[in-house]
């Protein structure tokens, strides 16, 4: 059992930097992969990035350049680095985790965050 908590979204102008930080209580933290997925008002969640319990990462052609998720297993937490935020990245990120890799790529994860809003204006 994995339980999620994000936080650090906030209002940003474009341009600007936001990290996000999703701490997970729970023994499976370190063996589980994790993601990042986000969801905008109307629009379908789709997955931002996702890292595999050691360290290899996937991204969204969208983000890719401008965004970093990264995981310290010690503190049982996973971030995402955000830069060079545009209009086009406010929504809901949500974090998600789950031992099989596949799982958090297809949006199939077990277990979920709250989300957290990112808005970022131009």
């Known amino acids: 059992q994995v339980q999620l908590v994000e936080s650090g979204g906030g209002l940003v102008q474009a341009g600007g930097s936001l990290r996000l930080s999703c701490a997970a209580s729970g023994s499976d933290f370190r063996i589980n992969a994790m993601g990042w997925y986000r969801q905008a008002p109307g629009k379908q969640r789709e997955l931002v990035a996702a890292i595999t319990s050691i360290g290899s990462t996937n991204y969204a052609d969208s983000v890719k350049g401008r965004f970093t998720i990264s995981r310290d297993n010690a503190e049982n937490t996973v971030y995402l680095q955000m830069n060079s935020l545009k209009p086009e990245d406010t929504a809901v990120y949500y974090c998600?985790?789950?031992?099989?890799?596949?799982?958090?790529?297809?949006?199939?994860?077990?277990?979920w965050g709250q989300g957290t809003q990112v808005t970022v204006s131009s």
């Open positions: 998600a985790s789950d031992p099989s890799w596949g799982a958090v790529v297809n949006g199939e994860a077990d277990y």
